[in-house]
Nanobody, 127 residues
Framework: QVLLVESGGGLVQAGGSLRLSCAASLRTFSTYAMGWFRQAPGKDREFVATITWDGDRTYYADSVKGRFTISRDNAKDTVYLEMNSLKPEDTATYYC????????????????????WGQGTQVTVSS
């Protein structure tokens, strides 16, 4: 069973920055694409960003493109989400997730394509 643990959330003013981390207890972490999703109260979980297993490709939701950066360190079994120029509408619980199968290179943005999830970390952006 894969265990994913997010950290780095918090309260920040609009225009500020946060860096989320997701540590994985997965021996073959380096073979799985990883994604970040978020969910605001009363809303569906939405895609934020994804990165291929080798870090070669990244893909972002239009709402965060140019402000957020996903990266990974396979030596540390960790994926990151650097968030800059934060807006109040970025307020949500952020979740990291691991792809259902290894070595897949097709970009996937729907939650059903990810098989393991962390418990989430809260990000609150004040105006």
């Amino acid at each position: 069973q894969v265990l994913l643990v997010e950290s780095g959330g918090g309260l920040v003013q609009a225009g500020g920055s946060l860096r989320l981390s997701c540590a994985a207890s997965l021996r073959t972490f380096s073979t799985y694409a990883m994604g970040w999703f978020r969910q605001a109260p009363g809303k569906d979980r939405e895609f934020v960003a994804t990165i291929t297993w080798d870090g070669d490709r990244t893909y972002y939701a239009d709402s965060v493109k140019g402000r957020f950066t996903i990266s990974r360190d396979n030596a540390k079994d960790t994926v990151y989400l650097e968030m800059n120029s934060l807006k109040p509408e970025d307020t949500a619980t952020y979740y990291c997730a691991a792809d259902r199968a290894p070595y897949r290179r097709v970009v996937r943005t729907t939650p059903s394509n990810f098989g393991s999830w962390g418990q989430g970390t809260q990000v609150t952006v004040s105006s």
